[in-house]
């Protein structure tokens, strides 16, 4: 069964950084994507970001296009998210996933029902 955890959530002000860290295991596919996404209170889950293995194709929502870097290492099991010049409207949990195997589109990356492994989410606030 595949695991993801993630770590290196916290406080910070606005135009601040910070990375977060989503470490995978027991991955049973040799093409899969890990994503981040976020979600606040009462609303929906937003996908933010995510990368694709083989290949490293990534794809940004517009609202961190920018700001936001997703990476892996060299393993691939772990992916990062850097995260720049950060606003309140940021401040959410931010979950990874994983998803096994291909996508019918490059815009499915940010589908957080296409995903089906999930962190348990670290937080993210940014003050003002």
């Known amino acids: 069964q595949v695991q993801v955890v993630e770590s290196g959530g916290g406080s910070v002000q606005a135009g601040g950084s910070l990375t977060l860290s989503c470490t995978g295991r027991?991955?049973?596919?040799?093409?899969?994507?890990m994503g981040w996404f976020r979600q606040e209170p009462g609303k929906e889950r937003e996908g933010i970001a995510a990368?694709?293995?083989?290949?490293?194709?990534?794809r940004y929502a517009e609202s961190v296009k920018g700001r936001f870097t997703i990476s892996q290492n060299n393993a691939k099991d772990t992916v990062y998210l850097q995260m720049n010049s950060l606003k309140p409207e940021d401040t959410a949990m931010y979950y990874c996933a994983w998803k096994g195997g291909p996508f019918d589109s490059v815009y499915a990356f940010l589908y957080p029902e296409e995903y089906n492994s999930w962190g348990q989410g670290t937080q993210v606030t940014v003050s003002s």
């Open positions: 027991g991955f049973t596919y040799s093409s899969y994507a």
């Open positions: 990368i694709y293995t083989p290949g490293g194709t990534t």
